[in-house]
């Protein structure tokens, strides 16, 4: 285990709140993981008084990881942060034996929480999504987050199958990536109060805690993580006008991280502000075309994170 059971912390779903960063795997320039770098992030992080991590998901490349890889990065993530905010296991496929395979792995780990997204690729169904999701909950017992990114993944969680899944025992919430506030308010209407809702965009943040939700899963928090944490909490406690502030005040940001492809800006940013020694991505991505590159510098240096 990555720490004694009695100095380390349990965190239970009502921990899992404000900034969670949906932090980057660094790799080395031969495209092998940077276990270091990935040390110095996480460490960066808890210095910098980030909420929560999600390791692995779909800013942590998981998709060009191999089971090997994935538990080396889950390691060393527990090893520095387990105790000291939720750690966010990713562990979702587009194969609901893998995905069990991989969530009994996180949990014997010592995941606070697992992410699990929808199968793409496969299509299913409603039922089809509902009853992947409930033999990986029936075959485990750490808590799980939904994940629903319907541009990634061509299949969409209906809010209704959200309700049905949020009667699940350690079905705890959802990450709600699809950018439609009229998704996200008939969770809220469905699910009720116990059901934990984050933002998976940093668009949407701000409107989305304001209907209710716990939390934002934040690209941004990659680059700028000491602000996203004081926007979520300034949200946390019902402060409106400043989180409207740092909001607006954030945007430009939050658009540039989707210049290119994610996480291909951010990993971009943090090798120009010096956090990780490359911007390597996993083929098929590809390293930022020069045009956005500019671009990413011009507000990186308009946010102070690099000299002009």
């Not at 990986?136 to 939904?146: G, M, N, S, T």
């Not at 469905?190 to 209907?211: C, E, H, I, Q």
Request: hydrophobic share 40%; glycine share 8%; proline share 5%.
């Amino acid at each position: 285990m990555p720490c004694g059971k009695r100095s380390c912390k349990t965190f239970g779903p009502e921990d899992i709140k404000g900034s969670i960063v949906a932090i980057v795997t660094p790799f080395k320039e031969d495209g092998t993981v940077d276990e270091e770098g990935f040390q110095e992030l996480v460490r960066w992080h808890l210095k910098e008084k980030t909420h929560g991590l999600v390791v692995v998901g779909t800013t942590g490349e998981s998709a060009t990881l191999s089971k090997e890889e994935k538990a080396r990065v889950f390691e060393i993530a527990l090893k520095e942060a387990k105790g000291k905010v939720p750690v966010i296991l990713g562990t979702g496929t587009n194969n609901t034996a893998v995905s069990i395979e991989l969530t009994k792995m996180a949990q014997e780990m010592g995941a606070d929480a697992v992410l699990m997204v929808t199968p793409y690729y496969n299509k299913p169904t409603q039922e089809g999504l509902y009853r992947h999701y409930e033999a990986v909950a029936r075959a485990v017992k750490v808590p799980i987050i939904l994940y629903n990114v319907p541009g990634r993944t061509s299949v969409s969680l209906a809010p209704e199958t959200v309700a049905r899944l949020s009667k699940i025992r350690n079905i705890i919430g959802i990450k709600e990536a699809t950018g439609c506030m009229k998704q996200a308010t008939e969770i809220f209407r469905l699910t009720g109060n116990k059901f934990r809702v984050f933002s998976g965009d940093d668009f949407t943040a701000y409107s989305l805690m304001a209907l209710g939700g716990h939390g934002v899963i934040s690209v941004a928090a990659n680059v700028v993580p000491r602000e996203m944490a004081r926007f979520m909490e300034a949200c946390l406690k019902g402060k409106w006008d400043q989180a409207r502030k740092m909001h607006l005040k954030l945007y430009p940001l939050f658009k540039a991280m989707f210049l290119e492809t994610n996480p291909v800006p951010a990993k971009t940013a943090l090798a120009l502000m010096g956090r990780i020694g490359s911007p390597t991505v996993r083929l098929p991505l590809a390293l930022m075309s020069e045009a956005n590159l500019e671009k990413l510098r011009a507000i990186l240096q308009e946010y102070g994170l690099i000299e002009a």
